[in-house]
């Protein structure tokens, strides 16, 4: 009998961060509304996904992208955000949860994600149009320190990634590999 096999060489795999930020980057491209195109990628303790959102119309609604915005007080209101769909369509506890998301929350997508018990917040971008402007910025400030969750942001260059992950797709046992 033989066995064991020959070793070839290791490809980089993804940190966590980036690998669920990625994630989020393709699931933010079924969004509906055109002022913001973004997702939110929920993960339990042990790195599971146990949820996800993009921004995007009501089932059977119509989309931003086909009939115009629904803008009240500088707000498109056509659309559920992309938190409130990951929160909203989770069969899981979200308790002690992170969120991944490419934008950081509005005020009432940070309440929310609070409210049902997201520890922690990681996005790549933040949101500069939160209602209320600094009285809003702040609150959410308030709320999170209140509740001990830390928001990060990664600074990541989404292209170079995309690349990285091609080259991980085009190496032995990729998906994308030429044989
Ligand atoms: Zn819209
Ligand atoms: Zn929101």
Not at 53 to 59: A, I, R, T
Not at 74 to 81: P, Q
Request: aromatic fraction near 8%; glycine fraction near 8%; charged fraction near 25%.
């Amino acid at each position: 009998m033989k066995y064991g096999g020959k070793k070839t060489k290791k490809v980089a795999r993804p940190d966590v961060n980036d690998f669920w930020l990625m994630q989020a980057l393709f699931y933010s491209t079924r969004g509906t509304c055109d002022r913001l195109r973004t997702a939110c990628l929920i993960v339990d303790e042990h790195n599971h996904l146990i949820s996800a959102g993009y921004n995007g119309s009501l089932p059977g609604a119509d989309h931003c992208d086909d009939v115009g915005h629904l803008m009240i007080d500088g707000h498109c209101m056509r659309t559920l955000h992309a938190e409130e769909n990951a929160v909203l369509h989770s069969t899981k506890s979200l308790r002690g949860a992170t969120a991944y998301m490419l934008v950081s929350p509005c005020l009432l997508c940070t309440k929310k994600l609070l409210s049902v018990g997201i520890k922690k917040i990681i996005c790549a971008e933040e949101f500069k149009n939160i209602q209320g402007r600094d009285v809003g910025a702040k609150f959410i400030k308030n709320l999170l320190a209140k509740n001990n969750v830390p928001i990060k942001f990664i600074n990541i260059d989404f292209t170079e990634k995309l690349n990285q992950f091609t080259q991980i797709l085009k190496s032995p046992g990729g998906f994308l590999r030429s044989n």
